[in-house]
């Protein structure tokens, strides 16, 4: 998925807890990456293992300033999972891989601090 990354926006509305738990953000491992060189942005293709029910999905992800291809095998990051597939130039982005923005507003991946369970969702 594809998302414009704003260091200075906003405080969002609030939410309701029930609205929180609408979205579905859970853990997996990178298993593959490559360039995405048709990406407006330097971006990487990836694909994630969610475990059981999520299982594999693919994500555009715009990380290719903080990441190299080889470090991000075996990476434990967090993603929404329930958004609709969203087409990204010629490839199906099927969920959000998170991160925050750093100085410069550049994507740093966000994921558990240690090893935990593939498909573990965020509460």
Do not use: C, W
């Not at 360039?35 to 942005?41: G, M, N, Q």
């Not at 990441?67 to 929404?80: N, S």
């Not at 925050?100 to 593939?118: A, E, H, Q, R």
């Amino acid at each position: 998925m594809h998302v414009t990354h704003d260091a200075a926006a906003p405080t969002a509305d609030t939410i309701s807890f029930d609205d929180f738990l609408k979205v579905d953000i859970r853990v997996g491992t990178i298993v593959a990456a490559e360039p995405f060189p048709e990406a407006r942005k330097p971006a990487f293709k990836l694909t994630i293992d969610f475990g059981a029910p999520v299982g594999m999905k693919r994500s555009s992800a715009q990380i290719a300033e903080h990441y190299a291809i080889t470090d991000l095998i075996g990476r434990q990051v967090a993603a929404v999972v329930n958004f609709p597939p969203r087409q990204i130039g010629p490839m199906m982005s099927e969920v959000l891989t998170l991160g925050f923005p750093d100085k410069d507003g550049k994507v740093v991946l966000i994921g558990p601090s240690l090893p935990v369970p593939d498909d573990g969702r965020l509460f």
